[in-house]
């Protein structure tokens, strides 16, 4: 079980605009985040690149593709290290090593990958100010990681000349009785680890209620568009966030009503100050994790409960072009050359035997087969 660690920074700003990086003695780091590739998970596994391969080319497939991808990410990494101002220090966290790394007051962050990676970050910081730059443009939407590298580089100049506009992102806190807590941009997720039935009971603006589901969520406006989004088109209850905004949602995924469980109270709101208490009804598999990140959770047990609220500590997120939305356009009907009629000769139909005619060839054959068994017979007994 792994806590977030509390920081030590000064709280983000709450609003647009410049903001004061923690005052600090040390000059400023560039922080860059990344996750292992698809490429570098298939070296992993298959310990060389000859035998990755060999896998691939088994299954007429190639590397080819997952090469060019991590060769961009590399020149991304490279064109953004050559813009670090003048004095600045430098240093690389994977995404698998952010539960060890120790973010300082000074740090400027700057997260290359995906949408993900942002909400991966984001629970580890207290104040840093942070830089997402898309990866793979040509399939993340692009979300949490607006920037090119290119942007990012002249980033890094405002960062320095302290003009750096940041955004204050909201995030949902799950606090558990013994004082664990975990900090998410999405959603805070609780449930069972296999994700099958969980049970456990709801305390919610003076209502109270047991439940069995798959898990409920607590996202912020951020996660709106994720993981709420599509319990909400399941469930038919809207959320209606924005990132900004100090509220978050809770969802229940899929309650089932029974003489001991109810389904009354499967979404709310949470604004600043209120509070959702879930205690666990689960002997073995509870968790609570933030943002997708199963590997650092709390267990929770029959008997504890969870404290699940708005939290005073905001990711300080820079803010860059909204990613384009594919034009809703309505499809126009194709041109059709016109065809020449086709005329379709279609052969009479015989009329049909009658009944009577039927009948009467059955009957001659009959009467052909009892002569020929007759003759047979005949036949036998005379010799």
Not at 234 to 252: I, Q
Request: hydrophobic fraction near 45%; avoid cysteine.
């Amino acid at each position: 079980m792994t806590a977030n660690r509390p920081g030590g920074a000064s709280r983000a700003a709450t609003g647009h605009g410049p903001a004061s990086r923690p005052e600090s003695a040390l000059a400023p780091r560039l922080v860059l985040v990344t996750r292992d590739s698809e490429y570098d998970g298939l070296l992993a596994r298959h310990a060389t690149r000859g035998q990755a391969t060999a896998f691939l080319k088994r299954r007429s497939q190639s590397l080819d593709g997952l090469d060019a991808q991590r060769h961009q990410v590399q020149e991304m990494l490279a064109e953004i290290r050559a813009a670090v101002p003048k004095g600045w220090r430098i240093a690389s966290v994977r995404r698998a090593e952010l539960d060890r790394f120790l973010f300082a007051p000074e740090d400027v962050v700057v997260a290359v990958g995906q949408d993900g990676l942002v909400a991966n970050l984001a629970k580890y910081l207290n104040g840093q100010p942070v830089i997402g730059v898309n990866g793979d443009p040509a399939r993340n939407p692009g979300v949490l990681v607006p920037h090119s590298a290119a942007t990012a580089a002249k980033l890094l100049q405002r960062a320095a000349a302290g003009t750096l506009a940041t955004e204050a992102r909201t995030m949902v806190r799950a606090e558990l009785d013994d004082g664990h807590v975990l900090l998410a941009l999405n959603e805070i997720f609780v449930g069972h680890a296999s994700h099958q039935s969980a049970r456990y009971s709801l305390t919610f603006a003076g209502r109270e209620e047991a439940q069995s589901s798959s898990g409920l969520i607590v996202a912020s406006g951020t996660g709106a568009t994720g993981w709420a989004l599509s319990i909400s088109r399941a469930t038919g209850v809207a959320v209606e966030l924005s990132p900004e905004e100090p509220a978050a949602m809770f969802l229940v995924r899929e309650p089932w009503p029974s003489k001991a469980t109810a389904i009354g109270l499967t979404s709310g709101r949470l604004g600043e100050g209120d509070v959702l208490l879930v205690v666990s009804r689960m002997n073995e598999g509870g968790v609570v994790f933030a943002d997708g990140m199963e590997g650092d959770r709390l267990d929770f047990a029959w008997g504890r409960t969870l404290t699940l609220s708005v939290d005073k500590r905001h990711l300080r997120f820079v803010p860059g072009a909204a990613p384009a939305r594919a034009a809703e356009t309505r499809r126009q009907p194709a041109k059709v050359a016109p065809v020449e009629p086709v005329v379709v000769v279609v052969p009479r139909k015989t009329k049909p035997a009658s009944f009577l005619g039927s009948l009467v060839r059955v009957m001659v054959v009959v009467v052909v087969i009892v002569w020929v068994v007759r003759k047979i017979l005949q036949g036998f007994f005379f010799f």
